[in-house]
């Protein structure tokens, strides 16, 4: 293990910058929040499950049934061995240190307060302009009245799912096309964040769940999605998801009363 003061070396510090970004150091981080979201949906509803799993969860287990894969476990195995794909593709070393993991969590909690800044802020933003809005901090995921478990393995799910969704695959997808039409990579990139922030706080309002519209929920939204793409594309798979699972735990459940209405 590394001392103290070699891990502020220029070396340490470039190193982790491009290991943390690494497919495999994004699986290893995400397996734990993973885990304990799969296995506490199935322990606490049981036959009722299905009704404990988020929009973005739901809707991808919806295409694969769709398209006749209805294995239950099919979207956590499809999601670890794209990534462990990926990595092999890149070939990059098969080991991820404790240093870099642990430098992961750090800017994803980092990341998380951010978030709870901006909010604020947005909500300084929306009371200037005459509107109170319903909740100065929000999560990102829209609860029901519930315990504080289950709301956190609600978010963890959020964490994974949503940000596997709408920036590991779509994100993606929508650059490919807007360079495919002849945009240059520049306003390609810039569409795509924009679109898919615009789609992951549109989704919110969607469904037999979903939250009732306000301006202020769905431009903060748009903000948060903002946020995660760029951390997306500049951090990587695994710090998006720790940000966005971190903040909707810090929000949603540290800062809420023991029952709540959390709308966001």
Known sequence: MKSFAELFTQDAVDSYWTDAKRPLACLMFLLPLLAVYEVGVLWIGGEQAASLRNGADFWMRDGLEWLGLELKCLLPVLLCLGLLGWHSYRRDPWRVSRETYYGMIGESVLFAFM???????????????????????????????????????????????????????????????????????AWAGFLAIFATSLFFSSAHYLGAAAD?????????????????????????????????????????????????????
């Open 115 to 185: 978030l709870v800044f901006v909010g604020q802020f947005h909500d300084l933003v929306f009371r200037q302009l005459g509107h109170t809005p319903n909740l100065e901090i929000i999560p990102v995921e829209n609860s029901v009245r519930t315990s504080r478990v289950v709301l956190a393995i609600s978010f963890l799910g959020a964490g994974v799912y949503e940000e596997t969704m709408f920036r590991l695959c779509l994100l993606p997808a929508m650059f490919a096309s807007f360079r495919w039409s002849g945009m240059p990579n």
């Open 212 to 264: 009732s519209f306000t301006l202020f929920t769905f431009s903060f939204r748009i903000v948060a999605g903002l946020l995660f793409a760029s951390l997306f594309v500049m951090r990587g798979f695994g710090i998006t998801v720790g940000c966005h699972a971190f903040y909707d735990l810090l929000v949603g459940v540290l800062m809420q009363p023991e029952t709540t209405t959390a709308q966001g």
